[in-house]
C-alpha cells in the first residue's frame, strides 16, 4: 500500500498521544508499520511479550512500547505509554486513507420527489435516491447506492459503493455502511399453503442507530410488524445476516458469517465470535461472550463465555470420536445403572 501523503514529528505524535518520549523530538514519521516490516521512517509499536524477538531486528525508526519495555529496546526512539496497542491505533488514524469529497450530487445521480437533501451531502455516480428520503448534513452516498423511498440517514452517516436501503429504513449519525450491504429486504415469512408456500408481507422496517458500523455484503431483514433493531455503537463484520425483528443492544459487537434467525434479541455489549448460528425467539443477556462456531439454541440470562463444538482433530480420531458419539446415551444408561447396583451392592 502506499505511504500516506502526510508526516509527523515524533514530538507532535508525543503531544497527540499524552505519551512520553525518549529519543529525537524532530525526527520525522511517515507511517506505521509492524515491527517485523517498518522502515527507518515509520513507526511501530510492542504490545506483547512474544514479540520481544521482532523488536531486537527492527529497523523501525520508533516503537511505542511500555516504560517496563523500554530498557530493553535496541531503537533509539520511543514513545512510552502504558496501552501500547490503544496508542498505534490512535497514531493509524492520522495515516489512514480519505476520500477527498466535494460536496454536491453527481450528474448522473437519481433524486425521486420531496426528497430532503443538506447541501453539504455528498451523492456519487448513478446513485439512486428515492421519494421522500431525507439526508442530513454531512451524509456520504457513495457510487451506484440505492435509498428507497422514505429513508432516513442522520448527520455524517456514509453509505460506501454499491449499498442498498429499502425503504422506510432510519439510520442516525456517523453510522458507517459498507459496499454491498442490503439493508430492509423482506424478512423470511412463510406460511404453508398445501404443498407450497405462501409469502407474509413485512410491515416493518430497520432502525439502526449512532455510530453504528455495518460491514461489506451484511443483510439485515425488515421486520414483520415491529422494527428489526441495531442500537448505538454496534459493530458489525462482513457477511453477517439479521433475520426480521432482531434486536441488537447498544456496543455489541459480531464478527463475520454470524447467522441470527428471527426475532431473537441479543443484549449489551456483547461479543459473537465468527460463524456463530443463533436461533431465533431467544435472548441473550449483556454481557455475553460466544466464541467462534458456537450454536445457540436457547435463552442465556447471565452474561460470561460461552462455546459449544469441539476443537479441530486429525481425521482418524475424529472419525472414531463421532462414532462413539452415537452410543454415548446408551453408555451413560448402563453407567448409571452400574453405579446403582454397585451402590446396593456396598449396603448389603
Known sequence: MPKAMMHYTL?????????QLRGDADKVINGVASLHSAQADELSFLSQAKFRDQLAQTNAGAVIMTPEDAADCPVNNCLLLADPYRGFVNVAKLFAYCETETAGIHPSAIVGDAAEIDPSVTIGPYAVIGEGVKLAAGVRVG????????????????????????????????SLIHSGAVIGADGFGNLREGNGWGKIPQLGTVEIGNDVEIGANTTIDRGTLDNTIVANG???????????????????????????????????QCMIGGLTGINGHITIADGVI????????????KPGIYSSGTGILPNRLWRKNAVRFRYLDETMRKLKLGVKSFNQTEEN
Open 234 to 268: 454496534v459493530k458489525l463484520d462482513n457477511l453477517i445476516h439479521l433475520g426480521h425483528n432482531v434486536k441488537i443492544g447498544e456496543n455489541t459487537a459480531i464478527a463475520g458469517c454470524v447467522g441470527i434467525a428471527g426475532s431473537a434479541t441479543i443484549g449489551k
Open 290 to 301: 460466544f466464541t467462534a462456531m458456537s450454536m445457540v439454541t436457547g435463552n442465556v440470562s
Open 143 to 174: 457510487a451506484h447506492c440505492i435509498i428507497g423511498d422514505y429513508c432516513e440517514l442522520g448527520d455524517n452517516t456514509e453509505l460506501k459503493p454499491r449499498v442498498t436501503l429499502a425503504h422506510h429504513v432510519i439510520i442516525g449519525q456517523r
Open 11 to 19: 514530538g507532535d505524535i508525543a503531544k497527540r498521544l499524552q505519551a
